[in-house]
């Protein structure tokens, strides 16, 4: 049985380097210089695909559990359902600002900064959640056989920046924020 909340609590950290140094990029726009769209973009490139494509469904499939066994905890869940349908809907807005202004499209600075904001407050305050008031109640509630049922519902995919293997596709942006997130991982 894997431990999945040690494994996304790890997550949430690494999520919370990448916010940060999309924040740091954001903030370049007040200090009138430019911010590294490539990096911006990349870095989105990966929070639309890994946490909103396998984090947050496998999360889903313990917080149904969850309210199998704790009613009280379904305004909890529900709310965190739709936050991840929230996060996903803004990050994707995000990526394809950060996608035009890459190829050259106009796109002003005021709304990639707003959309950024926006993007960064969500996924912080729904992470913020999670730790603070599912997680626990999933680690005193849930036993071995729940956990069996959520690792046999769950497709588990390594992390393709994060992981022991790197996927080609994040190789520079690894190499990036090994450099300045300081992710403890290997450049």
């Known amino acids: 049985?894997?431990?999945?909340?040690?494994?996304?609590?790890?997550?949430h950290i690494n999520f919370s380097k990448l916010l940060d140094l999309?924040?740091?990029?954001?903030?370049?726009?007040?200090?009138?210089?430019?911010?590294?769209?490539?990096?911006?973009?990349?870095?989105?490139?990966?929070?639309?695909?890994?946490?909103?494509?396998?984090?947050?469904?496998?999360?889903?499939?313990?917080?149904?559990?969850?309210?199998?066994?704790?009613?009280?905890?379904?305004?909890?869940?529900?709310?965190?359902?739709?936050?991840h349908q929230v996060i996903a809907e803004n990050g994707k807005t995000l990526t394809e600002q950060l996608d035009a202004i890459v190829i050259d499209s106009m796109v002003t600075r005021q709304s990639i900064e707003s959309s950024a904001r926006t993007y960064i407050f969500h996924l912080r305050s729904h992470m913020n959640l999670e730790e603070t008031a599912l997680f626990p109640t999933a680690s005193n509630i849930l036993r071995v056989e729940d956990w069996a049922?959520?690792?046999?519902?769950?497709?588990?995919?390594?992390?393709?920046?994060f992981g022991e293997i790197v996927d080609k596709r994040y190789e520079a942006l690894h190499q990036q924020i090994a450099r300045e997130a300081e992710c403890g991982c290997k450049e």
């Open 1 to 11: 049985m894997a431990d999945y909340i040690a494994k996304w609590h790890r997550e």
């Open 22 to 83: 999309l924040e740091t990029q954001i903030n370049l726009f007040h200090e009138d210089e430019h911010p590294n769209y490539e990096l911006m973009l990349d870095i989105m490139y990966y929070l639309t695909h890994y946490p909103d494509q396998v984090h947050h469904p496998e999360e889903e499939v313990a917080f149904k559990r969850v309210v199998q066994k704790d009613s009280r905890m379904g305004p909890v869940v529900t709310d965190l359902t739709k936050q």
């Open 149 to 161: 049922a959520v690792d046999a519902a769950i497709k588990s995919r390594q992390d393709p920046l």
